[in-house]
């Protein structure tokens, strides 16, 4: 959809339909409208359309402006209005207009002054809400919205941060482009292509092989690799916007996880290509980084495979070594984020980032704890805690912090091995992430797990169902805080 900012009143913007925010109890900023609008619209408001958030009513528009239709789109009270509220109306407002078969739409933005919130957040919602995948629907290529006009004046701030919200959502797009991709078209191998695509001047993209795993001692991700006869990949990015020393973005990146021997039940195991969405995030996040000229050094690390029960696997009951040296026995082969995402940890290191970022989807036990509305959140660095917790509030990827306590120690305690993988079904959450937190160490490091947030059952405002891309936008929050 392209975007353009045009300095015209609202009724000569030749379009198929011009948006018209409002709000319950607010005021009326509309004063440039012909009075046949603004008595169209009056009588609408007291009789048919109450302007509760999300409400839709679309009309012809009279025949005397330029607008064919007119859109009145509700945003609630206005004392409870937030950028939240104004990004689900965006993608609630476009989605409705691209069923209804619009092609031209232009938005009236004065409301948005009066609550003093930006446009930016309508266009986010909008350009979020009218994603799709279709790429195995060649006969069914679905409607779309051409162009979107905000009819506003323009400033090289305005400009700027619509030109990072556009990037965003192209990021996020491009996530859940990856995320919702099939297994037998992400595989290892394709997850590596991709990553090659984002190559730019200051985004260089290393792949390496099993033998190089080998070679440096990452026996706990080749542990996962076993069983499966796609080749594993352990993709290094590394964006230099700055000489700075690097945060290190880390994503658990099994293409498809059968559970291994450890086998998942057969329901709903067609969804077990999304256990990529951590790698395919910060794929998107290297993605936008480069695309806005990021004044920071980043570095992300995928630790790409499989994980199936080949006659190679690993069994439960195998120990194997980690990069670190320590040993790990593998009680359950279901627990193969953390092996994964424990060596890209140790990896990470190597470029002494000031940060270690994690994010995966790691536990069921998320999802349970938290169904599909937050992040679980575990780090030993308070400030980087802190300002996650604020960059999820600004985009509603809300996160929440769940504890660390040393005692959880106790329930990954091996009798053959330094530590095992798993504990008991009690405390997994935080357990999980305490087994990461042995190879993190002292480096300032945050674990995210998305596992009951990278995909969505029915659609959202601004989340169509199937992979939310989560991550992208929470992070490039994060790393612009840390600017």
Same mark, same amino acid.
């Given at each position: 959809?392209?975007?353009?900012?045009?300095?015209?009143?609202?009724?000569?913007?030749?379009?198929?339909?011009?948006?018209?925010?409002?709000?319950?109890?607010?005021?009326?900023?509309?004063?440039?409208?012909?009075?046949?609008? &603004?008595?169209?619209?009056?009588?609408?408001?007291?009789?048919?359309?109450?302007?509760?958030?999300?409400?839709?009513?679309?009309?012809?528009?009279? $025949?005397?402006?330029?607008? @064919?239709?007119?859109? /009145?789109?509700?945003?609630?009270?206005?004392?409870?209005?937030?950028?939240?509220?104004?990004?689900?109306?965006?993608?609630?407002?476009?989605?409705? @207009?691209?069923?209804?078969?619009?092609?031209?739409?232009?938005?009236?933005?004065?409301?948005?002054?009066?609550?003093?919130?930006?446009?930016?957040?309508?266009?986010?919602?909008?350009?979020?809400?009218?994603?799709?995948?279709?790429?195995?629907?060649?006969?069914?290529?679905?409607?779309?919205?051409?162009?979107?006009?905000?009819?506003?004046?323009?400033?090289? %701030?305005?400009?700027?941060?619509?030109?990072?919200?556009?990037?965003?959502? &192209?990021?996020?797009?491009?996530?859940?482009? /990856?995320?919702?991709?099939?297994?037998?078209?992400?595989?290892?191998?394709?997850?590596?292509?991709?990553?090659?695509?984002?190559?730019? %001047?200051?985004?260089?993209?290393?792949?390496?092989?099993?033998?190089?795993?080998?070679?440096?001692?990452?026996? &706990?991700?080749? !542990?996962?690799?076993?069983?499966?006869?796609?080749?594993?990949?352990?993709?290094?990015?590394?964006?230099?916007?700055?000489?700075?020393?690097?945060?290190?973005?880390?994503?658990?990146?099994?293409?498809?996880?059968?559970?291994?021997?450890?086998?998942?039940?057969?329901?709903?195991?067609?969804?077990?290509?999304?256990?990529?969405?951590?790698?395919?995030?910060? @794929?998107?996040?290297?993605?936008?980084?480069?695309?806005?000229?990021?004044? =920071?050094?980043?570095?992300?690390? @995928?630790?790409?495979?499989?994980?199936?029960?080949?006659?190679?696997?690993?069994?439960?009951? +195998?120990?194997?070594?980690?990069?670190?040296?320590?040993?790990?026995?593998?009680?359950?082969?279901?627990?193969?984020?953390?092996?994964?995402?424990?060596?890209? =940890? $140790?990896?990470?290191?190597?470029?002494?980032?000031?940060?270690? =970022? +994690?994010?995966?989807?790691?536990?069921?036990?998320?999802?349970?704890?938290?169904?599909?509305? !937050?992040?679980?959140?575990?780090?030993?660095?308070?400030?980087? /805690?802190?300002?996650?917790?604020?960059?999820?509030?600004?985009?509603?990827?809300?996160?929440?912090?769940?504890?660390?306590?040393?005692?959880?120690?106790?329930?990954?305690?091996?009798? =053959?091995?330094?530590?095992?993988?798993?504990?008991?079904?009690?405390? &997994?959450?935080?357990?999980?992430?305490?087994?990461?937190?042995?190879?993190?160490?002292?480096?300032?490091?945050?674990?995210?797990?998305?596992?009951?947030?990278?995909?969505?059952?029915?659609?959202?405002?601004?989340?169509?169902?199937?992979?939310?891309?989560?991550?992208?936008?929470?992070?490039?929050?994060?790393?612009?805080?840390?600017?």
């Amino acid at each position: 959809m392209q975007i353009s900012v045009k300095n015209i009143n609202e009724v000569d913007c030749a379009c198929d339909v011009l948006i018209i925010p409002f709000t319950e109890d607010g005021p009326y900023p509309y004063t440039g409208f012909k009075p046949s609008v &603004s008595r169209l619209i009056a009588n609408l408001r007291q009789k048919e359309f109450r302007s509760s958030l999300l409400e839709v009513l679309l009309i012809p528009a009279p $025949e005397d402006i330029k607008p @064919l239709r007119i859109l /009145l789109l509700g945003l609630g009270k206005g004392d409870a209005m937030s950028a939240e509220k104004v990004r689900q109306a965006g993608g609630k407002a476009l989605s409705y @207009l691209r069923d209804m078969g619009m092609k031209s739409v232009a938005l009236a933005v004065q409301i948005f002054g009066l609550l003093n919130l930006s446009p930016c957040d309508f266009v986010e919602g909008a350009l979020l809400g009218l994603y799709t995948f279709r790429k195995y629907r060649k006969e069914d290529q679905g409607r779309t919205v051409s162009s979107l006009v905000i009819l506003s004046k323009s400033s090289r %701030e305005f400009s700027l941060s619509l030109r990072r919200t556009e990037i965003a959502a &192209s990021a996020t797009a491009f996530t859940r482009d /990856l995320v919702n991709t099939p297994a037998n078209d992400m595989t290892p191998s394709d997850l590596a292509g991709a990553a090659q695509l984002l190559r730019s %001047e200051k985004l260089s993209v290393k792949v390496f092989d099993r033998k190089y795993a080998q070679k440096i001692g990452m026996g &706990s991700y080749l !542990a996962v690799a076993q069983g499966s006869k796609e080749p594993p990949k352990f993709i290094v990015l590394e964006y230099k916007g700055s000489e700075k020393l690097p945060i290190a973005l880390v994503g658990k990146a099994i293409t498809f996880d059968s559970g291994g021997l450890s086998l998942k039940p057969s329901e709903g195991m067609e969804k077990m290509k999304y256990d990529m969405a951590g790698g395919a995030a910060v @794929l998107g996040i290297m993605k936008a980084a480069s695309e806005m000229k990021l004044p =920071i050094h980043l570095v992300g690390l @995928l630790p790409a495979t499989e994980n199936l029960p080949g006659g190679s696997a690993t069994r439960p009951g +195998d120990v194997v070594a980690s990069i670190s040296g320590k040993t790990i026995e593998i009680v359950n082969t279901d627990a193969e984020g953390r092996l994964v995402v424990a060596d890209a =940890i $140790e990896y990470a290191k190597r470029y002494k980032p000031i940060a270690i =970022i +994690d994010i995966a989807t790691l536990t069921g036990a998320c999802a349970i704890a938290f169904g599909g509305e !937050a992040v679980a959140m575990m780090g030993n660095d308070r400030k980087l /805690l802190d300002e996650f917790r604020k960059a999820g509030e600004e985009t509603y990827e809300r996160v929440w912090e769940m504890p660390l306590f040393d005692e959880y120690k106790d329930y990954l305690k091996s009798d =053959i091995a330094d530590i095992k993988n798993v504990g008991t079904r009690i405390g &997994s959450l935080s357990a999980s992430a305490c087994f990461l937190y042995e190879f993190a160490g002292r480096t300032p490091w945050v674990h995210l797990d998305i596992a009951g947030t990278a995909w969505v059952e029915k659609d959202r405002p601004y989340i169509p169902k199937g992979a939310s891309g989560i991550g992208v936008r929470l992070i490039l929050n994060l790393i612009e805080r840390l600017q």
